[in-house]
């Protein structure tokens, strides 16, 4: 039996997402100790002291279920920026959001659009439920709104846009995203990932909007800018009605307890999060001279990573600076073969990336 005659055919034909490679991988395939790790846009100072304390407390509780309506996180939420708990959706990280919303809302027979140099999940959860994808080519690495706008069609029914962009650090103004959806058709929904809006200096609007755009879904994650990648929490936040039905497919506990604990705890350590952005803002810093030095070309980010053109095959160069000890991301798949992302890490970190990076370039 060939059981992929069995599977739904967007799924039978599905290339996996491919993280960036464990430390523990490069450990046992090449033999190397000292290993840095800069490809998953990880936040370098780990987790905060009070997100630490907040998980050691709850780990007492770990034969309990977690609140499968997350009453405390989502309280937390609406106080620190003014929302309803009706309006927020908790995921198992952003990721989780992002895909029920496909399956709430998207039919075989419908269009998802997305823009050239965009998260790949997009591309994923679109095929997976045998709906089409759209791709508007990128202006300046980053999305084309105009364009997009003149790709919606009657069967359009999604439209995914990362605000700053992943893979390439991009970012629209508030001015164009508002102008964006004045125009957009009302039965168009928008999906806003703010994964790395934290990093940007310029405040986000776009729980502003809910109010007026009823079609508007943000999503953030305390993945990036609260250093809570490995618990997995997201949120969306939505017209109550979107909430309601995103809330019908979610499936039951998707947050556990201790990421309940540590985001809430998280949301409070202001003092944390000015020390994310610090580091973060010398850290791309140094990454920019240290590349005009080397003689190449990068793209301006308003992440926590830094997309670099290494004028050669990027394949090559990562596989290079695996054997020194240095991971990082290659983006072929994302249409950008000669370019490699670098996450922002401690000034150590980055100064090694750079002296490896130049090594490789030069032999």
């Given at each position: 039996m060939n059981f992929c005659d069995l599977a739904v055919s967007g799924v039978a034909d599905l290339r996996p997402y491919v993280p960036g490679k464990p430390i523990e991988e490069l450990q046992r395939q090449y033999g190397v100790r000292d290993?840095?790790?800069?490809?998953?846009?990880?936040?370098?100072?780990?987790?905060?002291?009070?997100?630490?304390?907040?998980?050691?407390?709850?780990?007492?509780?770990?034969?309990?279920?977690p609140d499968g309506n997350g009453f405390t996180l989502k309280t937390a939420l609406s106080e620190k920026f003014q929302l309803q708990a009706e309006q927020i959706t908790l995921g198992n990280g952003s990721n989780d959001i992002l895909e029920i919303i496909a399956r709430c809302f998207v039919r075989p027979q419908d269009e998802v659009l997305f823009s050239e140099h965009a998260f790949a999940i997009?591309?994923?959860?679109?095929?997976?439920?045998?709906?089409?994808?759209?791709?508007?080519?990128?202006?300046?690495?980053?999305?084309?709104l105009q364009a997009m706008l003149a790709a919606v069609t009657e069967r359009t029914k999604l439209i995914f846009i990362a605000n700053p962009n992943n893979p390439t650090g991009t970012f629209l103004s508030a001015s164009d995203l508002y102008q964006f959806l004045q125009q957009l058709p009302s039965n168009v929904l928008v999906v806003l990932d703010e994964a790395y809006v934290e990093y940007n200096s310029e405040p986000s609007a776009s729980f502003d909007w809910l109010a007026q755009f009823?079609?508007?879904?943000?999503?953030?994650?305390?993945?990036?800018?609260?250093?809570?990648?490995?618990?997995?929490?997201?949120?969306?936040?939505?017209?109550?009605?979107?909430?309601?039905?995103?809330?019908?497919?979610?499936?039951?506990?998707?947050?556990?307890?201790?990421?309940?604990?540590?985001?809430?705890?998280?949301?409070?350590?202001?003092?944390?999060?000015?020390?994310?952005?610090?580091?973060?803002?010398?850290?791309?810093?140094?990454?920019?001279?240290?590349?005009?030095?080397?003689?190449?070309?990068?793209?301006?980010?308003?992440?926590?990573?830094?997309?670099?053109?290494v004028a050669r095959s990027a394949a090559d160069v990562y596989e290079a600076l695996l054997q020194r000890g240095v991971i990082v991301r290659p983006i072929?798949?994302?249409?950008?073969p000669q370019h490699?992302?670098?996450?922002?890490?401690?000034?150590?970190?980055?100064?090694?990336?750079?002296?490896?990076?130049?090594?490789?370039?030069e032999s």
């Open positions: 290993v840095i790790k800069l490809a998953s846009n990880e936040n370098p100072l780990g987790p905060s002291k009070a997100a630490l304390a907040a998980v050691a407390l709850n780990s007492r509780e770990l034969s309990r279920y997009y591309a994923l959860v679109t095929q997976a439920i045998g709906a089409t994808a759209v791709v508007t080519p990128a202006l300046n690495f980053g999305h084309d009823s079609n508007l879904i943000v999503t953030r994650t305390f993945s990036k800018a609260y250093g809570l990648a490995g618990l997995r929490v997201g949120f969306a936040v939505s017209d109550p009605v979107i909430t309601d039905l995103l809330n019908r497919v979610r499936q039951p506990f998707n947050v556990n307890n201790l990421a309940l604990a540590a985001a809430v705890a998280s949301l409070g350590d202001e003092d944390y999060l000015i020390e994310s952005r610090a580091v973060n803002t010398a850290g791309m810093q140094q990454f920019e001279q240290g590349f005009k030095q080397l003689g190449l070309e990068w793209i301006p980010s308003s992440g926590n990573f830094i997309t670099v053109n072929a798949a994302y249409g950008l490699l992302r670098i996450s922002i890490g401690l000034e150590a970190e980055n100064a090694r990336c750079l002296q490896a990076l130049a090594e490789v370039l």
